[in-house]
C-alpha cells in the first residue's frame, strides 16, 4: 500500500508541476517512458516509511485542492500540453481532466490494490 500511495502522490506532485509551469517537460509519453518514470518513482520512495509518504501524500492533496481552488483558468480548456498515450488517443485533455487523471481517477486505477490491502488489514 505504501508503494501505491507513493506512486498516486508522485503523479499529483508531477500535475502540480505542470500546472505551476504551465506546460510540462516531460514527454510526450510512451507505454516505455511511463514505466520508466514510474519506476524511478518507485526508486525515490522506497525506502521511506509509510509515516513519511502517508504525510507526503496529505501535504500533496492539501496543496492540490488549494492549487484548484485558486486557478484563474478555465477547467474546461485544454492546458498547453498535448495528448499521448495518457489520453488513449483522444484529443488533448482539459485541465479538469487532467488533474483528475492524477489525482482521484488514479486512485481508481488501483483500486485492486487498495481494496486486497485493506482486506488484509482486517
Known amino acids: 500500500m505504501k508503494d501505491v500511495l507513493a506512486h498516486v502522490t508522485s503523479w499529483e506532485r508531477l500535475c502540480l508541476k505542470w500546472i505551476a509551469r504551465g506546460g510540462r517537460d516531460e514527454g510526450p509519453f510512451t507505454e516505455e517512458s511511463l514505466d520508466a518514470l514510474n519506476a524511478s518513482m518507485y526508486s525515490a520512495h522506497r525506502d521511506q516509511t509509510l509515516d513519511a509518504i502517508r504525510s507526503e501524500s496529505r501535504r500533496s492533496y492539501e496543496t ?28 488533448t485533455p482539459t485541465l479538469g481532466e487532467t488533474i483528475r487523471a492524477n489525482s482521484d481517477e488514479h486512485y481508481c486505477d ?8 485493506l482486506a488484509g488489514k482486517r
Open 110 to 117: 488501483h483500486i485492486d490494490q487498495i481494496s486486497a490491502w
Open 64 to 91: 492540490l485542492v488549494a492549487t484548484i481552488e485558486a486557478l484563474t483558468s478555465d477547467l474546461d480548456a485544454s492546458p498547453p500540453w498535448g495528448g499521448d498515450v495518457l489520453t488513449d488517443g483522444r484529443a
